[in-house]
């Protein structure tokens, strides 16, 4: 399934206490239980006024639908084409790649 970034705008997010971003997460995870594994919350980032989320997920559609049901934005979604860090830098490959291509 595809990677997403996805974009959240909430403004004050970085004042958020461990408790409210405890029951975010919570509703989140409720909602992806739900959805049949059409989705699954990798991690997320949260800064002063938006959080940025790494998602795998079926589809955009499938992004959008979980957002609408937890109650929070999704004001922009990416689809990640592809990852680099400092070991592509050095021209490593990171796992086998077993005859594929960049998977």
Excluded at 9 to 33: D, H, M, N, W, Y
Aim: charged letters at 20%; aromatic letters at 10%; one cysteine or more.
């Amino acid at each position: 399934m595809p990677k997403y970034i996805i974009e959240r705008v909430v403004p004050g997010s970085g004042a958020l206490t461990t408790r409210s971003l405890q029951k975010i997460a919570r509703s989140s995870f409720e909602v992806i239980t739900q959805m049949s594994h059409r989705i699954q919350w990798v991690e997320s980032w949260v800064t002063a006024d938006k959080w940025f989320c790494l998602y795998i997920a079926a589809d955009e559609q499938a992004i959008r639908e979980h957002a609408t049901l937890v109650g929070i934005p999704a004001d922009a979604i990416y689809e990640v084409m592809a990852r680099a860090d400092p070991v592509t830098a050095e021209g490593h490959i990171p796992w086998p790649s077993f005859g594929l291509d960049d998977c």
